[in-house]
């Protein structure tokens, strides 16, 4: 079982930024892609990014592309979102998961975390 907790979520005004992390509980960390998503008050969740086991490859969402950045550092079991020039509709709960396969489905990752929570305020 693999546990993922995210921190680094909050209010921020328009054009700020912020640092999502995900730390993970198990020494295995170095063998799964890890992925972001989102989701927005009575919308879908949404694929946001996801990085390779090696950290090597990386994908992100064209609504993000360009502002926000994945990264992650297996020494310390975590994965990070680094996320600039924020915007409103970036607004949501962000969650990362983890995979045996990369893929931008939700239907693909098999541990989630819990979320959190940010606000981009205009």
């Known amino acids: 079982q693999v546990q993922l907790v995210e921190s680094g979520g909050g209010l921020v005004q328009a054009g700020g930024s912020l640092r999502l992390s995900c730390a993970a509980s198990?020494?295995?960390?170095?063998?799964?892609?890890m992925g972001w998503f989102r989701q927005a008050p009575g919308k879908e969740r949404e694929f946001v990014a996801h990085i390779s086991p090696t950290g090597g490859r990386t994908y992100t969402a064209d609504s993000v592309k360009g502002r926000f950045t994945i990264s992650r550092d297996n020494a310390k079991l975590t994965v990070y979102l680094q996320m600039n020039s924020l915007e409103p509709e970036d607004t949501a709960v962000y969650y990362c998961a983890a995979a045996f396969l990369i893929s931008p489905s939700a239907d693909s990752y098999v541990y989630w975390g819990q979320g959190t929570q940010v606000t981009v305020s205009s």
């Open positions: 198990v020494s295995t960390f170095s063998s799964y892609v």
